[in-house]
């Protein structure tokens, strides 16, 4: 009997190894993502809860700090606003909840015609030439045209709807592009129509263009240099002879000596005038310059003014 229960333990103490070491694999195998990465999403927040989820981003801020995307996953097809608030945490907006299994989808794309902005905003300039007018008549005219005008103003500039159906039901979801990053809003509002299609059709969500896309929209341009490479023409190769030797060709001696080096005077240079060509020529000497009168002397200075002594008058004879 003692046997057997040593024998039972046995099995029952490497099942339970065996079980450890399947959570141990579990755990290493298990990567968390980073959730603060921007454009901030919100898979990496699913995948460290251990929730597999496929998400289609739909739209994102300028900063990176705010997103809306389409999660799917569970049996549930969701669409989520993510946030990055100032505290630093990440926090998840759901905005609908509804059965994975989509029968429907359309996309609207709503922006206010020529006609709803040229009208309003005409009678708002209409009222407000009115007004200028110094009449009580007119100013009352014109400032009821320029509230009408302003009251018929369209208040989104454009709106996009997504309207999704399952079971007989719709469901509507508003995206706004005020705020929103255009470039990749564009991609996203371009692919989400084939990308509904194939999940329709297949049951799968593939984001993988759209990532791409995005991630392409938000790498920086790269700056052009200003070099220029010039292009490198052939050098032209000349083709070569081989003369074939009559005579027998003599080792080269080689002498211990070394050859007396010639001095080299150099050639003295003898500097000639060389003869003019030509008839000769009349040199002309310039008029010598025509020397400019003195001025007058300077006279000098006259003698000062004598005063005359006052006449003497004699006494009066009594």
């Known amino acids: 009997m003692a046997s057997e229960s040593e024998s039972s333990s046995e099995p029952d103490e490497e099942e339970v190894i065996d079980e450890q070491d399947g959570d141990d694999e579990q755990v290493d195998s298990f990567e968390r993502m980073d ?30 700090l705010q997103s ?11 669409v989520v606003k993510t946030t990055l608030h100032q505290d630093g945490v990440p926090r998840i907006d759901v905005q609908l909840v509804m ?6 989808f ?50 989104k500039l454009e709106q996009h709807k ?14 706004q592009t005020f705020g929103a990053f255009m470039p990749s809003f564009r991609a996203s509002m371009a692919l989400v129509g084939p990308a509904m299609a194939d999940y329709m059709k297949q049951g799968v969500l593939d984001a993988s263009d ?10 920086p341009p790269v700056q052009p240099t200003n070099e220029q490479q010039l292009p490198q023409l052939p050098m032209p190769v000349t083709p ?3 003369l074939p030797v009559q005579g027998s060709v003599e080792p080269a001696q080689v002498a211990g000596e070394v050859p007396a080096v010639m001095e080299s005077t150099p050639d003295e240079t003898v500097q000639t005038a060389t003869a003019p060509a030509g008839p000769p020529v009349m040199m002309s000497t310039p008029p010598k310059p025509i ?11 006259a003698a000062p003014p004598t005063v005359a002594p006052p006449a003497v008058v004699a006494p009066p004879i009594p």
């Open 210 to 219: 759209v990532n791409d896309l995005h991630a392409q929209l938000r790498t």
């Open 291 to 301: 020397p400019a009168p003195l001025p007058p002397p300077i006279s000098p200075p």
């Open 99 to 104: 059965d994975a299994e989509v029968t429907g």
């Open 162 to 175: 997504l309207l999704f159906s399952s079971c007989g039901n719709s469901h509507e979801v508003t995206l």
């Open 68 to 78: 809306t995307s389409i999660l799917v996953g569970d049996g549930l097809f969701r």
């Open 240 to 242: 070569t002879e081989i």
């Open 106 to 155: 359309q996309h609207i794309i709503e922006k206010p015609s020529p006609i709803e902005m040229g009208l309003p905003a005409g009678l708002a300039v209409l009222g407000l030439v009115l007004m200028m007018i110094q009449s009580l008549s007119s100013m009352f005219v014109g400032l009821s045209l320029f509230l009408i005008g302003v009251k018929f103003l369209p208040t």
């Open 35 to 64: 959730v603060l990465a921007l454009p901030i999403r919100a898979k990496p927040l699913f995948h460290n809860n251990r929730e597999e989820v496929e998400e289609f981003p739909l739209s994102e801020s300028k900063d990176g």
